[in-house]
């Protein structure tokens, strides 16, 4: 695959928000000091400058989100193909 076949997608959501969503523990360790240079809380964190799609998910519905994430990819693949 070439790079012109490839989709850059952001989502974005605050750490906070990572932190409520956490299944992990991550970000509960990053916010202690557990994990050092954790992005987006010790260490800082660059969003795409243009990527082709943004999903906040913060704003946005899960399901919405979903359907946009589809309806995105789907109609990228039938311009490739």
Same mark, same amino acid.
């Given at each position: 695959?070439?790079?012109?076949?490839?989709?850059?997608?952001?989502?974005?959501?605050?750490?906070?928000?990572?932190?409520?969503?956490?299944?992990?523990?991550?970000?509960?360790?990053?916010?202690?000091?557990? !994990?050092?240079?954790?992005?987006?809380?010790?260490?800082?964190?660059?969003?795409? +400058?243009?990527? *082709? %799609?943004? &999903?906040?998910?913060? !704003?946005?519905?899960?399901?919405?989100?979903?359907?946009?994430?589809?309806?995105? +990819?789907?109609? *990228? %693949?039938? &311009?490739?193909?």
């Amino acid at each position: 695959i070439g790079a012109e076949n490839l989709l850059e997608i952001y989502v974005e959501y605050s750490f906070e928000i990572c932190l409520k969503r956490d299944v992990k523990g991550l970000y509960k360790n990053a916010q202690t000091g557990q !994990i050092a240079n954790f992005t987006g809380q010790a260490s800082a964190f660059e969003p795409p +400058v243009h990527p *082709h %799609l943004i &999903l906040n998910t913060e !704003i946005t519905p899960l399901e919405e989100s979903l359907e946009t994430l589809y309806s995105f +990819v789907f109609r *990228h %693949l039938k &311009l490739m193909g």
